[in-house]
């Protein structure tokens, strides 16, 4: 079987380095903290706070874990909050019904059972927002009410949680801090990706968030892990994967962990009878998956401006370039440094490119290899 995972969180002999991260976040929350995790998207943030939820869990700690992707107003926000604190008592179906209509039973919630036996809970309802306030500070003080009454330690994990200025907006956020940082019992980690968004929530001094806890920046895996990683698997499937090969693997796939395993994954499959790794079968699986996502790259491609379908060239042909150089802005026909920053800040809201350490890259890798290899 294909041993290589993307797109799902990774845990135990999948889940390689991040151990002082792991040990350092796992330490701040079991005392209290409130702590953020910040990496653009695919570099392993829910992976590793729900590594460090299982090593609380066995340490008795109460862990509720909120992805607030899946919350897309503040009602459902209220109603998810409603569910985590049912969850944090670990109640069963009816009183965990219960319990939650007495904390929002304005929204008029409406019960289900999921397949797998766990409470599915929609609303029925937009009451008045100053209700709705009202519901998510009571609910908000539960973890630490819980934490006191119980005298066991509580966490919460917020992911995505730069989500929380389409959801509630500044008094959302000025609400969350003002109760959260009261709470001396109980730990929270608010992770996001959407880089310059939470970067500006904890680093403005006018944010409801600034100053409140220590702020992680989770960094690529060091290559060496992921090299070793690839070895021992391809090696446990008796492929034949040299060390120049590994290599490649990690930069061909520009050192991000997702997308790292999404290449070996491809290559396994692709040399499964073989068993034998080349440079050219890692450069033929990079132009493959590439090729699969043709229709979506085409659909952004064609929807930009000529200004922006050059500023992508350049940054596909020239990853880490210096694009307000003199050469880079004659080279792609970008007229002035004025003109670079415009683009790139309407590319960043678009999502299509990211601010990452080495400078500005594709918020989708591959499809920077597209544009290189299909639009100059
Ligand atoms: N510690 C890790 N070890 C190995 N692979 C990882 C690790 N962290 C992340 N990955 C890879 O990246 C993918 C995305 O991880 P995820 O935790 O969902 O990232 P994020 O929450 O930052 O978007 C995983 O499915 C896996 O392929
Ligand atoms: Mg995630």
């Known amino acids: 079987m294909n041993p290589f995972v993307f797109g799902e969180v990774v845990k135990d002999a999948n889940f390689i380095d ?56 503040i009602e459902q926000f209220a109603a998810a909050l409603g569910k985590a604190a049912a969850e944090m008592r ?21 019960f289900s059972v999921n397949p797998d036996g766990s409470l599915s809970l929609g609303v029925d309802a937009s009451p008045p927002q100053k209700e709705v306030f009202q519901m998510i500070e009571n609910l908000l003080a539960y973890p630490q009410e819980f934490a006191t009454r119980e005298k066991k330690p509580v966490v919460v994990i917020f992911d995505e949680f730069q989500e929380i200025v389409g959801i509630g907006g500044e008094p959302l956020e000025k609400l969350m801090r003002a109760v959260i940082q009261k709470q001396r019992n109980v730990g929270y980690a608010f992770c996001g990706s959407k880089k310059t968004m939470m970067n500006e929530m904890v680093s403005k001094r006018s ?44 930069d061909s ?31 033929r699986a990079v132009a493959l998956i590439a090729k699969r996502n043709t229709p979506l790259y085409q659909n952004l491609w064609e929807n930009l401006p000529q200004t922006q379908k ?54 989708d890798h591959w499809m920077g290899v597209w544009v290189r290899q299909n639009c100059s």
Do not use: M
């Open 18 to 73: 991040r151990k002082t991260e792991l040990e350092t976040i796992a330490k701040d929350l079991l005392d209290g903290q409130k702590v953020f995790l910040i990496a653009p998207r695919r570099y392993g943030k829910t992976s590793l706070l729900l590594a460090a939820a299982e090593k609380l869990k066995a340490k008795g700690v109460r862990v509720i874990y909120l992805d607030l992707f899946k919350t897309a107003s």
């Open 90 to 110: 670990k109640l069963g179906f009816a009183e965990a019904v219960k319990f939650i209509k007495d904390f929002v039973s304005g929204l008029r919630p409406q």
């Open 207 to 250: 944010r409801a968030f600034f100053g409140l806890g220590p702020v992680t920046h989770l960094e690529k895996i060091p290559s060496e892990y992921f090299e070793k990683y690839l070895a021992v698997n391809f090696a446990k499937g008796g492929f034949d994967c040299p060390e120049e090969a590994l290599r490649s693997i990690v």
């Open 253 to 283: 796939a520009g050192g991000i962990p997702y997308y790292i395993q999404y290449l070996a994954h491809e290559l396994w499959d692709l040399k499964t009878e073989e068993k034998k790794i080349t440079a050219a079968d890692i450069d």
């Open 310 to 363: 050059r500023l992508l060239q350049g940054l596909a042909a020239n990853p880490g370039a210096a694009i307000f150089s003199g050469a880079f802005i004659t080279r792609f026909q970008l007229r002035s440094s004025a003109l670079v920053k415009k683009s790139l800040s309407l590319l960043v809201s678009k999502d299509i490119i990211e601010r990452a350490a080495a400078g500005y890259v594709f918020t």
